[in-house]
């Protein structure tokens, strides 16, 4: 080799070695991850699906764990999960589910069907608010093998799909005591995301599961960040400080945020409703003519109005509008109201005058549905106390504080909201109106009559049939009026132009795994 040729590749050597030195060192440096920040004023309850029965607890947990079954993000279509097939047998009330040999806890242990099994008799076990959607189906839960699973049903339950992809089916690591409620568990299930760090009413931290068996979510870490109010989560999309505004901000910033250039304002149909929950036992509204006199009372038209500008409706019945066997019961029994002449007729008839007033509490909790409830509630008092014969007294309570009360009946008329579990007219019905399943409102109210008519109804397959008998439900509860139908709204988020992904549908449920950033 000549002297020249020899220079030539030592220089080349040289070069390669340097450039190879240089990538290693780039690849040694940490990397910034780049994180989904989402903004809410709502609250998480229990990270523990043992007890947890509200709507955003349950996106967490949707997004930690996961089901033997699940909906595809943005529809009401139900897909295999952990399950990756099941069969039906003996008449419908035994449900086979072969699961995948690839699921894994976020430590790296794999799931199997004893993991299943324990976690929902676990459920069963401590019967917190959500147990009824196992104990009101389930006899009992078998593990065949490692990984075959049979559930024995009470009754056939043609919708039994939709029921078990709810969390309290949803497997828990092993951590979770079987007897105990955990409400800051951090060990989470078998879901595309692992709690890395939790802050109560602060910030909760999701990173991947690295060993989620399904597509790896298309950002790695999301941060839950919660906010006091709706003025200062409005003001952290504006700054850039969340890429999401996710429940709740006013009806006004909606509007006002939809003509920033930098924002996208999406809007979502939905079966969201809102309420009142009257507490049955409680004098003086454990008399019915007080309940149907408050109920004639009410000015659904004006809350739309004058408080979300129109981005809800009025709501005549707990079924929401467009979903089959809806009736506008309420308005068929006391008018479109409001209908003062007959609410101060009721009012007189159960003993009340101007010099003997009906004295009312009404409850409200000021951020979990968002700066509005204040209004709301300032609003009801105001169309009530237009009776004359009426005084109410509202109190408030923040969400965990709230929840209790309800739990435990201490709230006379308390203010709610409801995302549906399944999509299903029974899960507008039996939650509020069998005896037992409804104890999580604090309603107390239990008709033998009902529960029978929602018995019949959930081991029909006939619709037509299971129709009329949810007609027969709902005017049941215009008659006995424990709860009063108010409003059905749609979702509503605000987001940042370089987020994409964005999958919202009848479930209403956001689903983190599939937002992406450009």
């Keep these: 080799m000549s002297r020249n040729l020899l220079i030539a590749v030592i220089v ?9 030195a240089y990538y290693f060192a780039y690849l040694a440096q940490p990397r910034k991850v780049v994180a989904l920040v989402i903004g809410v004023t709502d609250k998480v309850t229990d990270i523990d699906p043992s007890n947890a029965y509200d709507f955003f607890t349950w996106e967490v947990l949707s ?70 959607l196992v104990t009101d189906f389930v006899e009992d839960v078998i593990a065949l093998d490692d990984y075959t699973v049979k559930f024995v049903l009470r009754k056939p339950i043609g919708y039994f799909l939709a029921v078990l992809a709810t969390p309290p089916y949803f497997p828990v690591h092993p951590s979770y005591p079987g007897d105990k409620i955990v409400s800051d568990a951090t060990w989470g ?3 595309p995301y692992c709690i890395k760090e939790f802050k109560r009413d602060e910030y909760i931290v999701l990173e991947a599961n ?47 945020l939809a003509k920033n250039p930098n924002l996208v304002v999406q809007r979502v149909p939905g079966s969201f409703i809102r309420y009142i929950i009257i507490n049955v036992n409680m004098s003086p509204v454990n008399n019915v003519l007080v309940r149907r006199a408050i109920a ?40 479109e109201g409001p209908n003062l002449e007959l609410a101060k ?40 106390e237009a009776t004359g014969l009426i005084e109410v007294e509202i109190k408030s309570a923040e969400w965990a504080t709230y929840v209790d009360n309800a739990r435990n009946a201490r709230m006379m008329l308390s203010l709610f909201g409801w995302y549906p579990d399944y999509i299903d007219p029974d899960n507008f019905l039996t939650p509020f109106l069998k005896t037992g399943a ?6 107390q109210y239990s008709n033998p009559t009902v529960d ?38 749609s979702l509503t988020i605000v987001y940042s132009k370089n987020v994409g992904g964005v999958e919202l549908g009848p479930t209403m449920l956001l689903y983190y795994y599939t937002i992406y950033k450009s």
């Design 12 to 20: 080349v050597i040289i070069i390669v070695a340097a450039i190879a």
């Design 452 to 489: 029978q008519l929602l018995e019949q109804a959930s081991i029909e397959v006939d619709q037509a049939k299971r129709s009329q008998l949810y007609e027969q439900v709902q005017r049941k509860l215009a008659e006995d009026t424990p709860f009063i139908p108010l409003l059905q709204g």
């Design 438 to 443: 409804n104890k999580w409102t604090g309603s």
């Design 63 to 132: 997004n930690i764990m996961e089901g033997l079954v699940k909906y595809k993000p943005g529809t009401d279509q139900i897909i295999p999960a952990i399950a990756e097939s099941w069969t039906v047998g003996d008449g419908g009330n035994a449900w086979v589910f072969k699961l995948r040999n690839n699921v894994k806890f976020c430590d790296g242990k794999q799931v199997t069907a004893q993991d299943v099994v324990r976690s929902v008799k676990r459920v069963m076990k401590i019967n917190g608010d959500p147990a009824w």
């Design 189 to 191: 299930g078998a879901g």
């Design 296 to 335: 004639a009372a009410i000015d659904r038209n004006e809350i739309v109005s004058r408080v979300f500008f129109g981005t809800m409706e009025p709501l005549y019945s707990l079924v929401p509008k467009g979903m089959w066997s809806h009736v506008d019961v309420f308005k068929e029994v006391y008018g």
């Design 210 to 256: 690295p060993y989620y068996y399904g597509e790896k979510p298309k950002v790695s870490r999301v941060i839950i960040k919660f906010y006091r109010d709706a003025t200062s989560l409005r003001l952290a999309i504006e700054n850039g400080e969340v890429d999401i505004a996710w429940r709740t901000l006013r009806p006004q910033d909606y509007q006002d």
């Design 345 to 384: 007729s009721l009012l007189k008839q159960a003993g009340y005058s101007e010099a003997s007033k009906l004295k009312i509490e009404l409850w409200y909790t000021p951020t979990h549905y968002g700066d509005t409830e204040a209004d709301v509630a300032t609003l009801l008092k105001k169309q009530l």
